[in-house]
């Protein structure tokens, strides 16, 4: 793999040699820094965000301006990463022309490299019109949280053969439309290992086995930030909220006791300079009566040593 960008060549190769690929969402610049630094080939700026950063119940309402907002900030911190910008729910789906221009601001707002919709045969002739206009796609299959009411809930997909063979009829016409890659979630392991081998593009799983091309998962999922959201096919590599409960706490406990902050988190004055602003100001206000409270807004204080 390249020590530069990744460009979709690069993901081609992977699933030809046999090499998986990982992939985790990201929202953000500092989680998208980290995330490139540790290695992670893609990064994808799901509408998942509308539940994970964004509050909302579900990915229904999250809409362009905000996914654009957070792409803007995850391509800021992907320096060799490659990032993907998740279309959000009929951000493509009620023309084709609506879709170039929703997309086309993935890329050119958002600077992503590619873009993620959610659906098969019915969206393969926009993934083809996406594809002419310079845009690559990453299709998704199986469950579909976009259009969970229509598929009978947030339920695995794919366990009838009949339903299999949709879903492996539906990466083919993706794949024939120009897609470049898919997601598959949560379909059963061996029907993901098919579809796998009868695509030539790499597909990447969530809740579909060992045996996808490559991983995905969502970060606030695998870093135990989501509120105790634990579906089977979660792996919670860490447990982020229980430290963040932990550290704020302790922060509010010492900010209490006025433990916090000590001199080393405080900036000194010169005795004589403030003899002098003593002198010219006379005795100083008890906390009671003083100003207004309110300061003007400053920099950020960065490099400060003393
Ligand atoms: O929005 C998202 O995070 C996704 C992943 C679950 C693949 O689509």
Not at 134 to 146: N, R, S
Not at 155 to 183: C, N, S, W, Y
Request: proline content about 4%; overall charge neutral.
């Amino acid at each position: 793999m390249p020590s530069s960008k990744i460009e979709i060549h690069h993901l081609i190769d992977m699933k030809r040699r046999g090499e998986k690929i990982s992939m985790l969402t990201a929202y953000d610049y500092p989680s998208a820094r980290i995330l490139d630094e540790a290695g992670i080939e893609c990064l994808l700026v799901g509408d998942s965000a509308a539940n994970v950063v964004l509050g909302y119940p579900d990915t229904l309402p999250v809409d362009m301006d905000e996914m654009i907002m957070l792409t803007r900030a995850v391509s800021r911190g992907a320096k060799r990463a490659f990032v993907i910008g998740d279309m959000p729910f009929m951000s493509y789906n009620i023309s084709v022309s609506d879709a170039i221009r929703n997309a086309g601001r993935f890329m050119k707002e958002g600077r992503a490299n590619a873009i993620k919709l959610e659906g098969g045969g019915a969206v393969a002739d926009t993934v083809r019109f996406l594809v002419k206009a310079g845009i690559p796609v990453v299709g998704h299959l199986g469950l579909t949280p976009q259009t969970a009411g229509m598929i009978g809930g947030l339920k695995v997909q794919g366990r009838t053969a009949e339903q299999a063979a949709l879903i492996l009829e539906d990466a083919k016409r993706l794949e024939d439309a120009g897609a470049f890659m898919l997601v598959l979630e949560a379909v059963p392991k061996r029907v993901a290992a098919l579809i796998s081998k009868r695509v030539s593009i790499p597909v990447i799983g969530i809740g579909a086995g060992c045996d996808c091309d490559g991983q995905v998962l969502v970060l606030h999922d695998m870093l135990g930030i989501s509120a105790g959201f634990k579906p089977k096919f979660v792996k919670r590599y860490a447990e982020l909220e229980q430290q963040m409960l932990d550290a704020a706490r302790r922060y509010h406990e010492e900010v209490q006791a006025r433990t916090f902050p000590a001199e080393e988190h405080s900036f000194a004055i010169d005795d004589k300079q403030y003899s002098q602003i003593e002198a010219a100001l006379g005795k100083t206000p008890s906390k009671s009566n003083g100003g207004n409270g309110r300061s003007k807004p400053r920099a950020r204080v960065s490099v400060a040593t003393n």
